[in-house]
């Protein structure tokens, strides 16, 4: 496992998102625990991956924050991408809308020695779920 400071954490998940560039998923610590999936391990970022690459094209991440408040890193994010299809469990197999949608999030990220140890998020999954659903404003001819 690699090493990370708290400065690069921000950097690396808005890498993550935006490309799946898995440096990130090299910082997690052997006992990770992610709050969000209640899950152990690191593998579940690889699931994190593929559902994003299955859901969400052409994605881009605006970082707004990163702040440190000892052995936590708060990363705030809008993370923008095309919606073309719905691997992500809570998309319901909604299909593919093309639409473009803006999915805001704050990430939060523990350290010790040198590693990922735990992740928990709060993320805007319903202005998602309200782009992709809302009807269409083109009015026929």
Known sequence: MGNVDQASVGRLYADFMATGDESLLALFGD?????????RGPGVWLLVKQWLDESFSD??????SVATDGDLTHVWV???GTHIGSAFPWLANRP?????????????????????????????????LETIDAPSTLEPN
């Open 96 to 128: 593919a809308s093309g639409r473009r949608v803006a999915w805001r999030q704050v990430h939060i990220f523990r350290l010790a020695d040198g590693q990922i140890t735990e992740h928990w998020a709060v993320r805007d999954d319903l202005r998602v």
């Open 31 to 39: 006992e990770f625990h992610d709050h969000v999936s209640d899950t």
């Open 59 to 64: 994605r881009e991440v605006e970082i707004h």
């Open 78 to 80: 809008t993370v923008e």
